[in-house]
């Protein structure tokens, strides 16, 4: 089916809005290419896409190669991970790569209103181009993702390796093997500038709500925005609600992170390798799962950070743990 369909997109000229039919079913043996393609509208019209099989190992419902402004909404996708969530045997590595929808070097693409379920890899990925490789291709751009909700990954939620420009608002995301949104680069050439997490609701995830590590600094990481959102658990293991971690000796810059609803078993918010960060106006709670007491806020080797109008509920070592390479700190107005 999916060479049919993607037949049929290939004859519909630039420019246009394909709709499929109300509530119509899809089997999927293998992907949905949108290759190289401009200013489309993919409406599903309310239609199941569904992988019927275990497929190969890079098979996702949809990959969008290159192309830009293209529009995926008002469709429900299902992979074939039996396991997905936050149960036992929830990753394969032989399939991680099986994503939702694959949006590789795309500049500009908005999904809203999409239902994605059961992958073996990430819900959404944004990307270098496969076909050039990350050191010939330019990063994924201006992506969108909006009104949506996942449910049952394999891996991580969001799979940011290689983007400049991402938002996902007003979405739910829960059942996630590793950690809900990753922002984690193969190489210090890629990007993951500019990205925003706003207004969402995250249910249980093994790991951390926001998670960045993997290589990459300065100037090609940083201006990270994470705000408005809520975790309503319950937790899985004891890592902190939002991670970001560092090469030693390696910083990335300014990071917003306000008004969040959070839990957490271990520290709160582990914070490495940060110049320019704001903590402000969020509730953390501390959820005791055995893990060693820790702080709301573990800072390493940061610089220029205000932690300020907080609470941090539960928490047996307080407001903070900062290191002794960490300057210009501002701590003020946090409850525990």
């Known amino acids: 089916m999916e060479g049919q369909i993607a037949s049929f997109l290939s004859t519909v000229p630039d420019g246009s809005t394909i709709q499929f039919q109300p509530g119509g079913c899809y089997g999927q043996q293998g992907t949905i290419f949108v290759t190289d393609r401009q200013n489309l509208v993919i409406d599903g019209n309310g239609s199941t896409f569904r992988a019927l099989t275990q497929g190969d190992s890079g098979r996702s419902n949809w990959e969008v190669q290159a192309g830009s402004n293209i529009t995926i909404e008002n469709m429900t996708l299902y992979g074939a991970n039996p396991n997905a969530g936050v149960g036992a045997g929830c990753y394969n590595a032989a ?4 994503h939702g929808i694959d949006f ?30 990350w050191d010939s291709s330019q990063p994924a751009r201006n ?25 996902m608002q007003n979405s739910y995301m829960t059942g996630v093997c590793w950690d809900a949104v990753d922002v984690e680069l193969d190489s210090n050439q890629e990007y993951g500038l500019d990205i925003q997490i706003l207004d969402n609701t995250f249910g249980p995830t093994n790991l951390a709500v926001f998670s960045n590590f993997g290589q990459g600094y300065n100037p090609n990481v940083g201006d990270i925005t994470i705000s408005g959102n809520t975790e309503t658990g319950p937790l899985y293991s004891c890592e902190s609600a939002i991670a970001i971690g560092q090469y030693p000796g390696e910083h990335r810059s300014n990071y917003t992170i306000t008004n969040n609803q959070l839990l957490a078993g271990g520290y709160g918010m582990d914070i490495e390798g940060v110049d320019n960060a704001t903590i402000d106006n969020n509730t953390v709670t501390y959820t005791n799962e055995g893990c060693n007491p820790p702080a709301g806020v573990f800072l390493v080797d940061s610089h220029t950070v205000s932690i300020e109008n907080n609470t941090f509920a539960g928490f047996p070592a307080g407001v903070d743990t900062v290191d002794s390479l960490s300057t210009g700190l501002t701590v003020v107005g946090n409850g525990v």
């Open 95 to 98: 399939l991680e790569w099986q």
């Open 104 to 133: 590789e070097a795309t500049q500009g693409a908005t999904v809203n209103n999409v239902n994605i379920y059961n992958v073996y890899g990430d819900f959404i990925e944004a990307q270098y181009d496969s076909r050039l490789g």
């Open 143 to 167: 992506i969108l993702v909006e009104n949506s909700y996942f449910s049952g990954s394999g891996r991580m939620g969001l799979g940011l390796t290689d983007v400049i420009g991402f938002t």
